[in-house]
């Protein structure tokens, strides 16, 4: 007989919270195998494995919708190389795209920073003042 996990079971193997296998669920990338008696969710360790895939890819950038795509196949097909280099490519742009924002705000940071250590002064903040008139537009 295959063994069966409940929802806290497979959480703990999986090295999740409980919510977090709840909110896969609700996403639709993983679903209980069967109910026990008292209509606890149950799971196999197929879905144990699928926990397992879905932390390991998004600890290496790929998104839910990424991941459901990879997981969408039938059992005796893994998704072609071409597919999943595609995804690469988009989760590498995007990361392309936030480097990019991140050098943006370090530049800006650092420019208030220089700003706020030349003009020190104990009655104003000129960084306030920039975000204030801001906030004003």
């Keep these: 007989m295959a063994l069966q996990f ?3 079971q497979v959480a703990k193997a999986a090295e999740l919270p409980t919510t977090t296998v709840r909110y896969y669920e609700r996403v639709g990338l ?17 879905s144990l494995r699928k926990l397992k895939f879905i932390r390991a890819a998004q600890t290496i ?9 990879l997981l969408e196949r039938p059992d005796d097909q893994n998704p072609a190389c071409q ?11 995007d ?11 370090q530049r ?7 700003k706020c250590r030349e003009f020190h002064s104990a009655e104003c903040c ?9 906030a004003k537009k």
Excluded: W
């Design 95 to 105: 990361i392309k795209q936030k480097l990019k924002d991140l050098r943006h705000v």
């Design 108 to 114: 800006v940071l650092q420019t208030s920073l220089d």
């Design 126 to 134: 000129h960084v306030l003042e920039t975000l204030e008139a801001a």
């Design 6 to 8: 409940t929802i806290s």
């Design 30 to 46: 993983i679903e209980p195998d069967d109910r026990s008696a008292g209509n606890y969710r149950l799971y196999n360790e197929e």
């Design 61 to 69: 950038g790929f998104t839910l919708d990424d991941i459901k795509t």
């Design 83 to 93: 597919d999943v280099q595609g995804l690469i490519e988009e989760r590498l742009s």
